[in-house]
């Protein structure tokens, strides 16, 4: 990610993102592959409910957290 805030995945929203959802759908993505969507925190719970129902949820990071895990390598 650059260091430019980035906005939150739930349509229509253009609000700053500050949660990182990782998922990724077990019938197409190898269990290691994350893919990501951003969440402003009025959008948090709904995009992790959506993902969740469909147990393609892996993760929820706050975003300077998933950045410092980014800059570490993916460690974390």
């Known amino acids: 990610m650059s260091d430019e805030i980035p906005i ?4 229509g929203c253009r ?3 500050v949660w990182v959802l990782a998922w990724n759908n077990p ?4 269990p290691e592959r994350r893919k990501t ?3 402003c925190e009025e959008h948090r719970e709904h995009l992790a409910q959506f993902l969740g129902v469909r147990g393609m949820l892996k993760d929820v990071v706050a975003l ?3 950045r410092a895990r980014e800059a570490d390598g993916g460690q974390g």
């Open 64 to 66: 300077e957290e998933w």
């Open 37 to 39: 969507w951003l969440a």
């Open 15 to 17: 609000v700053d993102a």
């Open 27 to 30: 019938k197409i993505h190898t």
């Open 8 to 11: 939150c995945s739930a349509k």
